[in-house]
Structure formats: structure tokens, C-alpha cells
């Protein structure tokens, strides 16, 4: 009996160790925002402007833009999958970081057609 509880009390204890250490790798809500948010607008700079030229690969130039990305935040782009489907697999986080997102958006448009005082 005293085997049993000391095996599934080490089990646990390897179990949350692992767990904390996968945390820890995972993108900060900010910084992944940032990081979604340049994702964003790289995939309308394909879409808009490689469009035109039916020469150009789309999948490649977007997988070109996203390595910009990775490169610029210092991350990976396995840490950015974990990260994501961590945000994914927490609604609650997951709805922060695109409301997050949106506002960005929205102050960014808002500077963007800002009429100048004449």
C-alpha cells in the first residue's frame, strides 16, 4: 500500500514538473499578440499585393514573411505553434489575447485615417 501512494505521488509530482516547464515555454499574451498581429498583416501584404504577380508562390513569399516574424521576435516557429494551440486549448486566454488583437487593430486604423487639424 505504502508502494502505491509513494509511485502515484512521485507520478504526480513528475507530471507538474513537466507541466510547469511547458508553461514556461510558451509566448507572453503581449509579445503573442505583436507576434499575430505582424502575422496578420503580412498575410494582407500577400494576399493584396504578391496577388498580382502569378509568377510568385503565395505559400512560399507568406512562409517567407512569417520566418521575418520569427526572426524579429526571437521565437521559433515550434514556440509559436505550442504557444497557439496553448492559447487555443484556453478559451478564456484565448478571447483576451484576439480582444487584445482587435484593439490593436482598431487604434491602428484609427491612426491610420486620422483627418490632420487644418
Known amino acids: ?68 516574424i520569427y526572426l524579429l521576435y526571437g521565437i521559433t516557429e515550434l514556440q509559436f505553434k505550442n504557444s497557439y494551440d496553448y492559447y487555443k486549448s484556453r478559451p478564456q486566454a484565448y478571447k483576451i489575447l484576439i480582444d487584445s488583437l482587435n484593439a490593436k487593430a482598431q487604434r491602428r486604423r484609427e491612426e491610420l485615417f486620422r483627418i490632420p487639424n487644418s
Open 1 to 68: 500500500m505504502k508502494m502505491n501512494v509513494l509511485f502515484i505521488s512521485l507520478l504526480l509530482i513528475f507530471i507538474s514538473c513537466r507541466e510547469q516547464k511547458s508553461v514556461t515555454e510558451i509566448i507572453s499574451s503581449d509579445k503573442m499578440g505583436s507576434v499575430l498581429f505582424d502575422m496578420n498583416v503580412a498575410e494582407d501584404f500577400v494576399n493584396i499585393y504578391l496577388a498580382k504577380d502569378s509568377s510568385k508562390d503565395k505559400k512560399a513569399a507568406l512562409n517567407k514573411e512569417y520566418q521575418k
